[in-house]
């Protein structure tokens, strides 16, 4: 007899159906959901550069290289042109002040200087005629006052007589009167020559006043011109290392012509060349230092020189201290040069990754290993590290060799 066989719901079939439907929701609503989508790229770990972020001092400088030179150098120039008669010192000589360095000679100017000179010679005799003359005028004034008082002191005690007698009536109105007039005349003839005198004395000061400059101007002027022929020969003005270019017997050498200069070996200090990029940052009294055989020697800007000259300006850096033993006029140093104060912040060391990134984000090591995409900010840099403003954490690890390799990938997973 035949038996209805009842269908089961739960068929292994449908329980298959159902499972297999489910697992297939849940993987699209993981991958919608929760599955990671950036793009990752496998790179291996040996060939990159990895630098730990950390708290440390912040020292804003810059790396300068600067080129030793004396602290104190005098430029030597011709005051007088000529011909090289004899060279005394050569170049690189130490020399003392005084010394001979060259004699020219110059017929032209010898000639010149003697004319000049009998020139002033003959003002100076005519100064001299002048104030001669004058000094004659003076005495003939004089003598004419002397002979005036004699004739006074003769006439004076004649008058008085005759006038007593001529009022006791002895003498006649006539002799009365001729005496009268000769001693009332030198009287006024005395009044009127003083006031000559005196006149003529205060412009005869006033002229002697200036024949005195006048001589004393050209007896300098005369000195001036006997030293004209002194600048033929060419002396050292202070003590130092001579520098001068190649200068031959015969040579001829021009007026104001600069053909060495002398150098101060006590001291030295450092020009330094600087981009025009850090000209506003630039400031006396900043401060840098350089290694020399393994001493560091600290130095400190004293002059800043504006002119600009293909992108770069020039300062001037002198020793705090003692300036090393054995530098030489010439030798480069590498200097680190000081921005700014030191501070207290969160540290990357750099790398060429920036030049890929602007410092704007950074591939960052993951607790997995891998490393993924970070937005950073960074403020200040130095040659050695960048200031961390946001974005990392004080012992996260960055890879700071150059990104250039990782397109747009945001996981590098590492092998």
């Known amino acids: ?44 770990k040996d060939r990159l550069s990895i630098a730990t972020v950390k708290t440390g001092e912040f020292t804003d400088y810059i790396l300068v290289s600067g080129q030793i030179e004396p602290a104190q150098t005098f430029f030597l120039d011709a005051v007088e042109g000529g011909m090289v008669a004899e060279v005394v010192r050569e170049s690189g000589a130490l020399v003392e002040a005084g010394d001979t360095i060259l004699s020219l000679t110059n017929s032209n100017l010898q ?10 010679y003959e003002q100076i005799n005519n100064l001299r005629q002048t104030r001669l003359f004058l000094d004659q005028n003076d005495l003939s004034q004089q003598g004419q006052l002397a002979e005036i008082d004699y004739q006074i002191s003769l006439l004076e005690p004649q008058y008085k007589r005759f006038k007593e007698l001529h009022e006791k009536k002895l003498v006649s109105d006539r002799e009365f009167e001729e005496v009268k007039e000769q001693y009332e005349y030198n009287l006024k003839r005395k009044e009127l020559t003083y006031k000559s005198y005196k006149s003529d004395s205060i412009a ?6 200036q024949l005195r400059q006048s001589e004393n101007r050209m007896q300098a002027s005369l000195n001036g011109v006997g030293q004209i022929l002194n600048n033929l020969i060419i002396r050292a003005p202070i003590s130092g290392q001579l520098a001068m270019e190649q200068i031959e017997i015969g040579q001829a050498i021009n ?53 600009i000259t293909n992108g770069r300006f020039e300062v001037d850096m002198e020793f705090t201290g003692q300036s090393p033993e054995g530098i ?13 104060q030191s501070e207290e912040s969160l540290l990357l ?64 997973e590492m092998n």
């Open 255 to 307: 007026p104001g012509q600069r053909y060495g200069q002398i150098d101060v070996l006590d001291e030295f200090k450092v020009r330094v060349p600087i981009d025009e990029l850090y000209l506003p940052r630039i400031g006396r009294g900043l401060r840098g230092n350089f290694t020399l055989s393994g001493e560091t020697h600290e130095l400190e800007i004293t002059k800043i020189y504006p002119t």
């Open 1 to 44: 007899m035949d038996r209805k066989i009842e269908k089961k719901f739960w068929s292994p079939k449908r329980i298959a159906y159902i499972a297999g439907g489910t697992i297939l929701v849940l993987g699209i609503i993981y991958q919608i959901g929760f599955a990671d989508h950036r793009s990752t790229m496998n790179v291996e």
């Open 328 to 340: 030489r006029r010439g030798q480069s140093v590498r200097i680190r040069l000081e921005l700014g």
């Open 111 to 120: 000639l010149d200087v003697m004319s000049r000179e009998t020139m002033l």
């Open 349 to 412: 060391s750099t790398g060429g990754f920036f030049k890929d990134t602007g410092g704007n984000w950074v591939f960052v090591i993951t607790a997995d290993g891998n490393a993924e995409k970070r937005n950073i900010r960074l403020g200040r840099k130095n040659p050695e590290y960048y200031e961390v403003l946001e974005g990392l954490v004080e012992g996260e690890k960055v890879i700071v060799s150059g990104y250039e390799n990782f397109g747009d990938n945001e996981v590098l």
């Open 204 to 209: 005869r000061s006033y002229q002697l006043a």
